[in-house]
Nanobody
Framework: QVQLVESGGGSVQAGGSLRLSCAFS????????MAWFRRAPGKEREGVAG????????DVHATLKGRFTISRDSGTSTLYLQMNNLKPEDTATYYC???????????????????WGQGTQVTVSA
């Protein structure tokens, strides 16, 4: 059974940093593709970053490159999202997602992922 558990959210001031974690289990690290999504109030869920667990091949949404970094630790089965220079518009609920037999293509599409975490709230104040 696949389980994804996010942590690390919180409230920060603009310019601050947070690192989100997603502990995963039940996935085959050799084949899984994982991603971070977020949903701001009144908006649709959007892809933030995606990564192949085995190789670490990753991509970040064009508007977030330079501030957000996705990584994983296969040894501890943990996915990370490092967020720097946070802005009020980054306020959202952040979710990790997993495609057990995925490829990096179209990683930003929600329908690609079969498993989702419960989400962790990030609030950035001006």
């Amino acid at each position: 059974q696949v389980q994804l558990v996010e942590s690390g959210g919180g409230s920060v001031q603009a310019g601050g940093s947070l690192r989100l974690s997603c502990a995963f289990s039940g996935l085959n690290a050799r084949t899984a593709h994982m991603a971070w999504f977020r949903r701001a109030p009144g908006k649709e869920r959007e892809g933030v970053a995606g990564i192949l667990v085995l190789s670490g091949l990753s991509d970040v949404h064009a508007t977030l490159k330079g501030r957000f970094t996705i990584s994983r630790d296969s040894g501890t089965s943990t996915l990370y999202l490092q967020m720097n220079n946070l802005k009020p518009e980054d306020t959202a609920t952040y979710y990790c997602a997993a495609d057990p037999n995925g490829s990096p293509g179209l990683w930003w599409r929600t329908e690609k992922y079969q498993y989702w975490g419960q989400g962790t709230q990030v609030t950035v104040s001006a």
